[in-house]
């Protein structure tokens, strides 16, 4: 199957977005899929404003968009856009980074007033980064993510099942890149 990156732009510690993300990959993993988890977060924060692409860590995590088939990027939603910590990652990576590459994008927020900021505000990114297929992204507001004092996440029914059928949209594309792939080597 394919290798999926999945990528948390959210700059939170105990982040919705991230949480929801790993959710996801599961499903992903259960499907026959390699997920990569990758928390933006986590990169070194003077390398990412320093713009230094030469860092080991900002070169390593070039590489893992390089050899992923699939993107996931979720990301939370501050003033009508995506966050500026995946931003400074996007900016460092290759013009055309997501080259050939199928992306999923998903936003979490607190207001629906924030749903347009996948089509207006992330999707042009991706679109210019030479993504090969965008699918249908997602977003999910806050108070439809909880997590328990044991840590698990819970997604309120209308959302896990909205994201359960664009996770498995993404991975029919996948299946399709793949076997295209297959087929041309």
Known sequence: MAT???VSGSPSATSRTARLLRHLDRRLVAQGHEVIPLDVRTLPAEAL????VRHPAIA???ALFDRADGIVI???VYKAAYSGLLKSLLDLL????LAG???LP???GGTTAHVLAIDYALRPVLSSMGAGHIVQGWFTLDTDIAV???GHLSVAPGAAEALAQVVDQFAAALGGRTTLLAAAG
Not at 49 to 52: N, Q, S, V
């Open 4 to 6: 999926v990156l999945s």
């Open 49 to 52: 404003l320093g713009a230094d």
């Open 60 to 62: 390593e995590a070039a």
């Open 74 to 76: 979720g990301t939370p």
């Open 94 to 97: 290759p013009q055309y980074a």
């Open 101 to 103: 590459k199928t992306v």
């Open 106 to 108: 998903l936003a979490t």
């Open 148 to 150: 328990t004092d044991d």
